[in-house]
Antibody
Framework: EVQLVESGGGLVKPGGSLRLSCTAS????????MNWVRQAPGKGLEWVSS????????FYADSVKGRFTTSRDNAKNSLYLQMNSLRAEDTAVYYC???????????????WGQGTLVTVSS | EIVMTQSPATLSVSPGERATLSCRAS??????LAWYQQKPGQAPRLLIY???TRATGIPARFSGSGSGSEFTLTISSLQSEDFAVYFC??????????FGGGTKVEIK
């Protein structure tokens, strides 16, 4: 069974930093692209970042570019999101989601974690 | 960036009735369109991909149609567990990957 478990959320002051983790199990993590998606309270889904299986390509939404960094450690089956210079508008539940398997250029997100809440407030 | 527009924002339906949700893309996304269901306090769940293919374990009462820029999700006979928010997503032209604003299906 595919499982994705996020951790690292919490309360942080504006301008602060936080690092989120997503630990994967039940599939060959090293062969899948992965994503971060966020959802502000009562709002819709916003794609944040994608990383390919070998870290060859990493993409970011314009809203986080230059402030957030996505990385992965395939030996630890883990995905990370380093968030710096946090703003109130970054307050959201952050989900990790599995992306494309080998050989696919475009695909939906077929598995999601339960999410971790990040609150940016003074 | 491809903008995804869902309508209506809220759909009031009685149990057992049919629900029809719409999703429009600002330009063609071919058939690279997915639908997700999200219940309160839960993560989204993939329902449909490739515009019309049900994901693993999704009941046959859920069906997707359309291609290009106009898409529809139909729930043929609403069950109590189907009352939720539904999002469409295009994955044809990215980055960025973009979602619609969602349609809330509520009990009439």
């Amino acid at each position: 069974e595919v499982q994705l478990v996020e951790s690292g959320g919490g309360l942080v002051k504006p301008g602060g930093s936080l690092r989120l983790s997503c630990t994967a199990s039940g599939f060959t993590f090293s062969t899948y692209g992965m994503n971060w998606v966020r959802q502000a309270p009562g709002k819709g889904l916003e794609w944040v970042s994608s990383i390919t299986s070998t870290t060859s390509y990493i993409f970011y939404a314009d809203s986080v570019k230059g402030r957030f960094t996505t990385s992965r450690d395939n030996a630890k089956n883990s995905l990370y999101l380093q968030m710096n210079s946090l703003r109130a508008e970054d307050t959201a539940v952050y989900y990790c989601a599995r992306h494309c398997p080998p050989g696919w250029a475009s695909c939906p997100f077929d598995s999601w974690g339960q999410g971790t809440l990040v609150t940016v407030s003074s | 960036e491809i903008v995804m527009t869902q309508s209506p924002a809220t759909l009031s339906v009685s149990p057992g009735e049919r629900a029809t949700l719409s999703c429009r893309a600002s330009q063609s996304v071919s058939s690279n369109l997915a639908w997700y269901q999200q219940k309160p306090g839960q993560a989204p769940r993939l329902l449909i991909y490739g515009a019309s293919t049900r994901a693993t374990g999704i009941p046959a009462r859920f069906s997707g149609s359309g291609s290009g820029s106009e898409f529809t999700l139909t729930i043929s006979s609403l069950q109590s567990e189907d009352f939720a928010v539904y999002f469409c997503q295009q994955y044809n032209h990215w980055p960025p990957l973009t979602f619609g604003g969602g349609t809330k299906v509520e009990i009439k």
